[in-house]
């Protein structure tokens, strides 16, 4: 069985596919991850082992250390890659479908923020839950690109 994974980043000028068995999921929790991501970790998916295939764009590049590229969208800023010598890993959260690839494993926990092991017990609400505060949240309507491959985006150009 051939398993094929997609996605891109959230303005849909740079999409990829992976054609191969992803099983090695992370969580890193070091601090240059942590600025990459502008979040309290970053979720990545090795690719090693897999066929990796750039399908639409290009993706930009900044060299974090001697050894890592980060890449990401140069149009919307959309975190994409984490790049070194063993391999390129994508961003989990990049592909279409991110719940099919669970993290396995931590890495950089040195790293880690107290808190992110309490995150679990915060409170939870529903966008409609939120509307009493903020009720533009229900007419948002998105721009971003749709979790699927598109023969061009936006769609509505020729």
């Not at 000028?13 to 054609?19: E, N």
């Not at 240059?32 to 290009?58: D, H, I, N």
Request: aromatic share 10%; with cysteine; hydrophobic share 35%.
């Amino acid at each position: 069985m051939t398993f094929t994974h997609s996605g891109g980043c959230q303005c849909g000028a740079v999409r990829f596919r992976v054609t191969g068995v992803l099983t090695d999921s992370s969580i890193c929790h070091c601090r240059m991850c942590q600025k990459a991501f502008g979040a309290y970790y970053a979720p990545l998916v090795s690719t090693r082992g897999a066929q990796l295939e750039w399908t639409r764009g290009e993706r930009k590049t900044f060299r974090s250390s001697n050894f890592a590229l980060r890449g990401f969208c140069g149009d919307c800023g959309t975190p994409l890659t984490y790049e070194a010598p063993d391999g390129i890993a994508i961003a989990a959260g990049a592909f279409d479908d991110p719940s099919l690839l669970p993290p396995v494993v931590q890495f950089g926990v040195e790293g880690k923020i107290g808190f992110v092991d309490q995150l679990h017990l915060l409170p939870g609400h529903t966008t409609e839950e939120d509307a009493e505060q903020a009720p533009f949240v229900l007419e948002v309507v998105s721009y971003q690109h749709p979790d699927r491959d598109t023969e061009r985006w936006p769609e509505d150009k020729a």
